[in-house]
């Protein structure tokens, strides 16, 4: 887990010159429906699935992309486990071995992504934010749903061996261990995760710009609901009853949010529903929001109009706990 003073600050001015290059994508879990912003694998053909796996295992996120970090394998805006999911949905379908040969080539190449502390980076041997541990968007947790269907065999995964369901049952326990490690203690107590996590020290990341090291309302709440699913014990425990206490103390009364006309705003409503904002400052839990000058702003209405209704900066995550 990682512990932070109270008193952490954010060196926002530092923050903007060193987060200036760079783009992410989205991702949720499970995987039912497509936006326009999801990978290719979600739509292509079975046959574009093939041809277009890469020699590592993976697969891009566009498939028409060719140079750059994203011509890289990633997990990023369901890449690669959506690509594995349909391979194997057809070899169920089709018995076809090319499917289930391109389907555990997947598998093995999610498994050799994974750091040796059990976090996955959002692209493979990349550089950057994209090589931090990816809570982003559910990136990771819907790679460990997915070989935990794999780990015990479950629906389409039934054709794997022992030797590859026990590998990934591994690696689910290894990122287990990293959700448990990456959990901010705030004053003493377990709070909630940030989008990006430093491979190296585990702290909370930066990415985009006005995606600055805080802590998140979004994908902390897919977190503990995957860690619902583990055999539970004194740690797991302790970790969402110290998550689902943050999100009790953060959550936010007596407003509303609306998003329209390319812009944003919360509105005093007694009668509205909690919400939570997307990112909260580490240490003082105040929420926060960033626009294209990378500066931490206390309000919504002072960052710009394009970052204001160009995000989700508020959000009911929680209440679907």
Known sequence: MIILNTKTKLVTLVLAFSMVFSTVGMVIQPVST??????????????????????????RKEYKQSTGEWAKSTIDNKATYSEIRRLAKEFKKTNDPRYSAAAIKGINFLLNMQYSNGGWPQV????GYHKHITYNDDAMINV???LDEVATRKGDFSFIDSNLANRSKNAVAKGVDAILKTQVVSGGKLTAW?????????????ARI??????TAGESVTIVKFLKTRPSNAKITASIKGAEAWFNK?????????????????????KAAPIWARFYEVG??????????GIVKYKLSDIDKERRG???WYGNWPSKL
């Open 194 to 206: 940030g989008q990006q996590h430093d491979s190296s020290t585990l702290k909370p990341a930066g």
């Open 210 to 215: 006005y995606e600055v090291p805080s802590l």
């Open 250 to 270: 953060v959550k936010i009364t007596g407003y509303r949010y609306e998003r329209a006309n390319g812009d944003s705003k919360i509105i005093a409503d007694s």
């Open 124 to 127: 493979y041997q990349s550089s």
């Open 310 to 312: 160009g995000y989700a």
């Open 34 to 59: 497509v936006s326009a912003a999801d990978a290719s694998g979600t739509t292509a053909s079975i046959s574009d699935i093939l041809k277009n796996q890469r020699a590592d295992g993976g697969w």
């Open 144 to 146: 460990m749903y997915m």
């Open 284 to 293: 003082t839990d105040k929420p926060i929001f960033i626009g294209r000058d």
